[in-house]
């Protein structure tokens, strides 16, 4: 018996690892956030500063260092690569499969904890945030060895697994700051108390436990604070605590806001296709819950409500946020296909797989006014192939599921076939979609012109245009930005004597006149979607005035 947790955990990874690497370099990164990221782990590298953050040449306060530094690491074995700085967030989703697979196997067998793993792993943000550069899968994964270890720790009395848990919030910490303690003593403190009402027996940390706990936290993330202190003061966490993590949740920050109600869609969503599993599980799921044995029953719906209500709350939202509910999302579903299997629910499970197709149809209606209302035709002239193609595999899956649901004895198939879809669909976006996506990335094919062009000492600016971040990862800092005032365009090009700028096409013609005014030649060398890359050269004017700004 004491091996099926292990094998849950390695079923989960392996399935895990099947989703999320085949394909993980391909495309170049996505802006905002993958090409800010990765250019934050290659300055490290460049700059060889293992301790201040750097974006653009400039010191960076916006996030802690522990990603970073494991895409840096990952850069330098691999290269500066897309696929070396997604390979953290790609092994955080294979190592977060097998820890859900196991800690759910250990209390409800291998098959549910396999099916856990599964739908954590195929849910489409997990497959998503799990491929991308960034750093939310490596939080989730702190968050989630955090809780299961201290869930454990206070169900059977293990100071080894409570330290343990101490260590994942520490390492959570040094991923994105106080938001994983918060999110991990809320979810333990709220259900130790629906524990104590069930009447299940809690065992509560020695005080010499206690005391380790607390000496850990401070010994792993006391030293990068304290060194980034030194070097350029107070500023730093003021800004980092202060600004972006207390800033974030009082107030709105890069105009990322939204309702009270933001995440109820996000969540839909992003829990696809499983979601269409929820309401038919939570009814069986909370009935076990309030049995004294029900303490996974009660841990998962506690994790499931606790970040919802939480980020729901804060002034800044972002769809990811709310990754960290999804493994507790899929216990969930697992719980409910394991009873499913069992001979319970089964006219339920037939309605919620029925749902699937349903839904299939609302999204796609939803996709096409989506579409419409941003008029995004151009882009859907280029995938709108890979999205018809996708949804005819998924709702080919869904039907098949539907009839395994509907079999005797074949209904403990069903969340395998889904799985196996889901899957699919995410390999398909990966080889396929993704690709032709390209097309629609403007930056990463002129910054290739200007690297081929680009003398040594000459500069590359920005004027107008989004992808600045990119721009800066795939030339090299410092990017100048210029901005859109006329008056200080003259003052631009006559500061710089070599200047590659990326602008809109549409201002070519004005900007042409006003470098030939200047007694200075311009030509464009490239153009992509909308924008151009303009060379400016030539004798230098008689008074230049200041030199733009470095974009940070």
């Known amino acids: 018996m004491r091996f099926v947790p292990v094998r849950a955990a390695v079923l989960g990874a392996v ?8 394909g993980l370099g391909n495309g170049t990164l996505w802006d905002n956030s993958e090409t800010v990221y990765g250019e934050v782990a290659r300055e490290v590298l460049l700059t060889h500063d293992w301790v201040v953050m750097h974006v653009n040449g400039a010191e960076w306060f916006v996030q802690p260092p522990l ?5 840096a690491l990952c850069a330098k074995v691999f290269g500066v690569t897309a696929f070396a700085l997604r390979l953290p967030a790609a092994l955080a989703t294979i190592a977060m499969g097998g820890a859900l697979g196991y800690a759910t196997a250990r209390v409800a067998g291998t098959r549910a904890g396999t099916v856990a793993a599964i739908v954590l792993s195929t849910s489409l943000m997990q497959a998503i945030v799990g491929r991308l550069a960034i750093m939310d899968a490596l939080l989730d994964l702190c968050v989630v060895i955090a809780i299961l270890c201290w869930f454990r720790a206070f169900a059977e009395g293990r100071p080894v697994a409570f330290l343990c848990g101490t260590l994942a919030v520490a390492l959570g910490t040094l991923v994105k700051g106080p938001v994983a303690p918060v999110i991990v003593v809320l979810v333990i403190a709220l259900w130790l108390v629906w524990e104590r009402r069930s009447g299940a027996t809690v065992a509560l940390p020695a005080p010499l436990t206690l005391l380790a706990a607390c000496a850990l936290f401070v010994v792993v993330t006391a030293p990068w604070f304290v060194l980034e202190a030194v070097r ?3 500023t730093a966490a003021s800004e980092l605590i202060g600004h972006y993590t207390i800033g974030r949740y009082t107030g709105v920050i890069e105009n990322q806001r939204g ?9 839909i969503l992003g829990f696809f296709p499983w979601i269409a599993f929820v309401p038919a599980a939570v009814g069986p799921v909370l009935d076990a819950a309030r049995t004294r044995a029900g303490s996974l029953e009660r841990l998962a719906l506690t994790w499931t409500i606790v970040p919802l209500v939480f980020f729901s709350f804060a002034q800044t939202k972002l769809p990811n946020y709310i990754a960290l509910m999804l493994p507790a999302m899929a216990i969930v579903v697992a719980l409910w296909f394991e009873r499913v299997a069992q001979a319970s629910d089964r006219r339920a499970a037939i309605v919620s797989a029925l749902t699937i197709p349903l839904f299939l149809g ?11 209302n941003n008029h995004f035709e151009n882009a859907t002239a280029v995938i709108g192939p890979q999205v018809e193609i996708l949804g005819g595999l998924m709702l080919a899956g869904s039907l098949v599921t539907v009839a395994a649901v509907a079999a005797r004895g074949w ?6 076939l889904l799985g196996a879809t889901s899957g699919a669909l995410v390999l398909f976006i990966a080889f396929v979609a993704e690709p032709a996506a390209e097309t629609l990335k403007p930056i990463p094919p002129l910054a290739r012109i200007i690297q081929a062009q680009r003398a040594p000492g000459s500069t590359v600016g920005v004027r107008g245009v989004s992808g600045t971040y990119g721009l800066i990862f795939y030339t090299a800092p410092p990017v100048v930005t210029l901005e859109e005032d006329n008056s200080d365009f003259r003052t631009g090009i006559c500061a710089i004597s070599d200047l590659y700028l990326v602008t809109r096409i549409a201002d070519l013609p004005v900007l042409a006149q006003l470098v030939a005014a200047q007694g200075r030649q311009s030509a464009t060398i490239g153009q992509a979607r909308g924008v151009a890359v303009l060379h400016i050269d030539g004798p230098r004017c008689a008074e230049g005035s200041r030199r733009p700004t470095s974009h940070d």
Request: avoid cysteine.
């Open 362 to 372: 609302a999204l796609g209606i939803a996709i096409v006014i989506f579409i419409r």
């Open 411 to 416: 209904n403990w198939l069903a969340p395998y």
């Open 67 to 71: 990603f970073f530094w494991i895409a």
């Open 232 to 234: 350029v003061g107070p």
């Open 15 to 22: 399935f895990a690892a099947l989703i999320t690497l085949p």
């Open 259 to 267: 309702p009270w109600w933001y995440y109820v869609p996000v969540l």
